[in-house]
């Protein structure tokens, strides 16, 4: 089965870095997409980064864009979001998501397969 395996999350002050990175195994079949996803506490989930596959075409939210950068190896099934000039606001849990596309989305591609998420705190 698929699984998608975040890492990197951590207390950062704001104005610092980070980079997640997601490992995703036991596929089949390629995603359309590859997604990141956050959510805050008493909060909906929101649409952060993804990047559309076979095109390097990237979408970002309106939040993050020209902060956060989404990038990935294919020859290690490994997505990463760089995540530079950090704010409180965007202290959440992040998620990785292979996915379909959908234009309609902020970043065109909604989530099909999850992970189980990596906390990023930044005060």
């Known amino acids: 089965h698929v699984q998608l395996v975040e890492s990197g999350g951590g207390s950062v002050q704001a104005g610092e870095s980070l980079k997640l990175s997601c490992v995703v195994s036991?596929?089949?079949?390629?995603?359309?997409?590859m997604a990141w996803f956050r959510q805050a506490p008493g909060k909906e989930r929101e649409d952060v980064a993804a990047?559309?596959?076979?095109?390097?075409?990237?979408h970002y939210a309106d939040s993050v864009r020209g902060r956060f950068a989404v990038s990935q190896d294919i020859a290690t099934d490994t997505f990463y979001l760089q995540m530079d000039s950090l704010e409180p606001n965007d202290t959440a849990v992040y998620y990785c998501?292979?996915?379909?596309?959908?234009?309609?989305?902020?970043?065109?591609?909604?989530?099909?397969?999850w992970g189980q998420g990596t906390q990023v705190t930044v005060s």
């Open positions: 036991g596929y089949k079949y390629k995603a359309d997409c």
């Open positions: 990047i559309i596959a076979g095109l390097n075409d990237k």
């Open positions: 998501a292979r996915g379909s596309i959908d234009y309609r989305s902020p970043i065109a591609c909604v989530g099909v397969n």
